[in-house]
């Protein structure tokens, strides 16, 4: 009883002893609340969840469009064959394009040895509808084989000029399932291929002549039709952005409009 008392009246009269006592002892128990206050810490926020993705929209016609903001990955079988048939049988561009070259062609009265009048635009139009059929047929198919991209994929910089440049480069280039850049020989060979067919069954063309024109007809209407796709993101966002500042929001406090005299 002694001996503690002389402890206690040691640690308790001495206020260098107690420093020291207090010196050797905190840094065991800090030691200890550390994991209690590591498991306190606040949870990192969670990933931003990746925005919403259809691999088979063919976004009303304008085509299959990978968004830059999107992460690319390779399409499965089951979106290969969702991408080939809405973008050859339920395609609006599509049809639109043929109606309007059919009519174009009518009016040049191409080829001449089809009448004119409701018969050679039926003609006509079946005939570039059947091109357009064709060449999926063989882009769908060789891209499949190949393992390339059918898509469009969007350029991730913020710069316009070189989303411009990407827009044309598409018309050339796509991926493989790898990821990789490749020439897009199923692409560019389709578009051809289509034309060059389509002499077989279109009196009086050639090959060197009507085939080819009409087949770089088509790449350039590709490149802008690639341009369209870069930039509909923006372009849907001003719309969208539009549409919300039309709709003026009214807060609780406001008074409600007064109707209109006449009760109209």
Not at 40 to 57: D, I, L, R, V
Not at 90 to 119: C, H, Y
Request: glycine share 10%; hydrophobic share 40%.
């Amino acid at each position: 009883m002694q001996f503690r008392a002389a402890n206690w009246g040691w640690f308790a009269g001495d206020r260098s002893n107690r420093l020291c006592l207090e010196g050797l002892f905190y840094p065991q128990f800090l030691l200890l609340a550390l994991p209690v206050l590591a498991q306190q810490e606040p949870a990192p926020a969670p990933p931003a969840p990746e925005p919403a993705y259809n691999a088979t929209n063919i976004n009303f016609g304008v085509g299959a469009t990978l968004p830059g903001n999107v992460a690319w990955k390779p399409l499965t079988p089951k979106e290969r064959k969702g991408l080939f048939v809405n973008d050859t049988f339920l395609n609006p561009r599509t049809i639109g394009a043929n109606t309007l070259w059919a009519a174009f062609d009518l009016s040049k009265g191409e080829p001449r040895e089809w009448r004119q009048g409701v018969l050679g635009y039926g003609m006509r139009l079946g005939s570039r509808q059947l091109r357009s059929t064709v060449g999926n047929f063989i882009h769908h198919g060789a891209a499949a084989g190949l393992g390339y991209d059918v898509r469009y994929i969007g350029s991730r910089s913020q710069n316009p000029w070189a989303r411009l440049g990407n827009a044309v480069l598409l018309r050339f280039a796509t991926k493989n399932r790898e990821g990789k850049w490749r020439f897009d020989i199923a692409g560019v060979g389709a578009t051809y291929s289509q034309e060059i067919l389509a002499t077989y069954w279109i009196p009086g063309q050639t090959v060197t002549g009507y085939a080819l024109r009409s087949a770089n007809q088509q790449m350039v209407t590709g490149i802008i039709t690639n341009v369209v796709r870069e930039f509909l993101p923006d372009i849907k966002r001003v719309f969208r952005r539009k549409k919300t500042t039309a709709q003026p929001t009214l807060l609780p406090s406001d008074p409600p409009p007064s109707p209109r005299p006449g009760g109209l």
